[in-house]
């Protein structure tokens, strides 16, 4: 882990306003994944698992057929990040015939010998995050990894029809050969599901409970004082954006939905997997200091800042995963917001 990242202040405090949001409190650790070099022994997003070499990696066992080749996925992103390289800022993208006829072949949707090593088909690694770097990651007793795999094709789990999301929970210390050469599955239903690889910076911040879940009174209040004064306690002041650890959940799409474990426990989100990191067409602006407001340079880049993992859930939205904090075996609960 290099640089820091930090979250600018907000604009007011709003629980020095509304003192009693102190029982609405939580930390919450953003991840500030950014494009980077991981290893098996970082924690990243889309960076290299720390999996025993004889361990068998984990699989899909349903069938899916394919949008497109992740093969051609990643090489698309390379050739078009090479392109917009060259481009100065404020034209348009030139492509040489070879990079035109390279760009169709990534594109290509798959055959049927990609799709037939797509049964079963590996998971894809999304993200590992070790203790030692993400405060607030609460782990089973004697772990101190959390490993997070999907299969990028749409399930229709929970009704969401988003990838499956799987956890593997790790002691370090007990991996002492790292399998070479991972897995990948053949096959993607969209672009969307390929992550970067990213190295983290994570930061613990303080975050306030969706609106509609605080008191009526309180609600009220909040949003007496929201038209006076033109603060924005929903976008601005309580959730952040990005991938984070802990922290509160959005309920911006559907409205609040109880997040109730099969054993009666209320559920709390372990993790977010947002497609945005600091803007969104979905409201606030949690810009860490340190990156830039303009993009620097004489040349255009394929990579969006605010989007640095490339992962995007649905049109722009997050992908909630709920643990019980009763026990790490009961199985996790997911929000699209
Ligand atoms: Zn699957
Ligand atoms: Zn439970």
Known sequence: ????????????DVATVF????????????????????????SSVGGPLLWPADEPWPTCEQFHVGMVTTEGVRLR?????????????GETLQLTDEEKAELKRAEDPPTDEDDAKADPMPLMALAQL?????????????????????CPHEHDDH????????????????????????????????????????VLHPEVITEYEYVELLPEDLQER???????TGNDYRGELSLAL???????????????????????????????????????????SWRPVEEPE??????????????PTSIVISRGYALYAFSCPASFDHPLRFTMQ
């Not at 255009?300 to 605010?306: F, G, I, K, M, V």
């Open 294 to 307: 303009h993009p620097a340079g004489e040349f255009e880049s394929l990579a969006n800042p605010n989007m």
């Open 77 to 89: 992103r390379r050739l078009l990040e090479r392109a917009w390289g060259r481009t100065r800022r």
């Open 1 to 12: 882990m290099t640089r820091s990242r930090t979250t600018p202040p907000r604009p007011v």
């Open 222 to 228: 909040i949003k007496e004082w929201e038209e006076a």
């Open 159 to 198: 009704d969401l029809y988003l990838p499956a999301v799987h956890l593997r929970w790790r002691r370090a210390s007990d991996v002492t050969a790292v399998l070479a050469d991972q897995p990948e599955p053949a096959t993607v239903e969209y672009d969307d599901y390929v992550p970067e690889p990213c």
């Open 130 to 150: 070790y203790a030692r770097d993400v405060p607030g990651l609460t782990c089973p007793e004697g772990m101190d990894l959390l490993q997070v795999l999907w």
């Open 19 to 42: 003192p009693e949001l102190a029982a609405h409190r939580r930390t919450a650790t953003r991840l500030h994944p950014r494009p980077g070099d991981p290893g098996p022994g970082d």
């Open 242 to 284: 990005g991938w984070k650890v802990g922290g509160f959940a959005s309920w911006s799409l559907s409205g609040p939905e109880p997040m109730v474990c099969e054993c009666g426990r209320a559920m709390e989100p372990l993790l977010t997997i947002d497609t945005c990191e600091w803007e969104s067409p979905y409201g606030g």
